[in-house]
């Protein structure tokens, strides 16, 4: 059993910044990929960033440059930190580990970009 806790969400202005934390625990066995997820109201849940075993990142266009995703020095751990936060950032936001056991998910935390 894989367990993924997220903090960090809320309500920011425009042009704000958040930072968003994961931590996974259980029986996590070799760590093939972290990352961040976000859904929309009425959008599919896309892939925003994401971070491979070996270090490499990918962003979604998107938010290239505003948003940066970090492995913690507790490797377990993921932080997304959001910058320039635009309104249409607005959604609930899932962090997810890919494992050579499976595919884990958090429950989510609302960001809400907002004036």
């Known amino acids: 059993q894989v367990q993924l806790v997220e903090s960090g969400g809320g309500l920011v202005q425009p042009g704000g910044s958040l930072r968003l934390s994961c931590a996974a625990s259980?029986?996590?066995?070799?760590?093939?990929?972290m990352g961040w997820h976000r859904q929309a109201p009425g959008k599919q849940r896309e892939l925003v960033a994401r971070?491979?075993?070996?270090?490499?990142?990918y962003y979604v266009d998107s938010v290239k440059g505003r948003f940066t995703i970090s492995r913690g020095n507790a490797k377990n751990t993921v932080s997304l930190q959001m910058s320039s936060l635009k309104p249409e950032d607005t959604a609930v936001y899932y962090c997810?580990?890919?494992?050579?056991?499976?595919?884990?998910w958090g429950q989510g935390t609302q960001v809400t970009v907002s004036s």
């Open positions: 259980g029986s996590i066995f070799t760590i093939l990929t």
């Open positions: 971070v491979y075993s070996g270090g490499d990142t």
């Open positions: 997810n580990i890919q494992t050579t056991t499976g595919n884990y």
